[in-house]
């Protein structure tokens, strides 16, 4: 059995697209996580309380903004991700927004620690719109280029205009989700009494 040091993964090269079926069926309801891309294998150790709570987190406040100005939204979660033979993997977080789709438009990553596989890499080979990386207690926007197939890092969200990445980072910091929500739906509807005054 694979050991982890905390929060970290392992990532195993010149590997098949049946190991990697494998391994997803074999860690399956342990809590660890396994992606695939261009014959490369993560292991990643189980999911941890600060990394679940970042992403209930974040997750809610998308979900709260979205409600609040009547935008549907359709929850896709950690939904498997799979092109066979080149990329399969689950994200910590994903969305559809206006209908549900096959691909999500935002997918949210908990990056607590470095290495592993690109995520950028992974997510550009589904083309998924818009992608968020929580890292070093802030959270990256990341918008998807056709043209050059990756993405680039913006200052706000493409998918979701008028959201507040900054509040979103800030109060998903916060200790619950009551006082997350409570501090984002504060600070941004206060800016929406500004902006029709």
Not at 48 to 63: D, N, Q, T
Not at 101 to 115: C, M
Request: aromatic content about 10%; proline content about 4%; some cysteine.
């Amino acid at each position: 059995m694979v050991e982890f040091e905390r929060q970290g993964s392992l990532v195993l090269p010149s590997r098949s697209w049946n190991d990697y079926e494998e391994l997803d069926e074999l860690f399956q309801d342990t809590g660890v996580r396994v992606r695939f891309l261009h014959h490369y294998i993560e292991i990643m150790a189980p999911i941890s309380e600060p990394h679940e709570s970042r992403k209930k987190h974040i997750g809610c406040l998308v979900e709260a903004w979205c409600v609040d100005r009547d935008i549907e939204i359709f929850g896709r979660g950690s939904t498997t991700l799979k092109i066979p033979q080149e990329a399969g993997g689950e994200p910590d977080e994903s969305y559809c927004f206006h209908e549900n789709k096959k691909r999500p438009d935002l997918a949210i990553e908990i990056a607590l620690t470095s290495g592993g596989l690109s995520k950028r890499a992974f997510y550009a080979q589904f083309e998924v719109p818009e992608l968020w990386i929580w890292r070093n207690e802030r959270l990256e926007v990341h918008v998807f280029d056709e043209a050059s197939r990756d993405y680039q890092e913006a200052e706000s969200s493409a998918i979701l205009k008028g959201i507040d990445v900054q509040a979103v980072a800030q109060c998903a910091a916060l200790p619950s989700i009551n006082k997350a929500l409570k501090e984002f739906r504060r600070r941004t509807s206060s800016r929406a009494d500004d902006v029709t005054r």
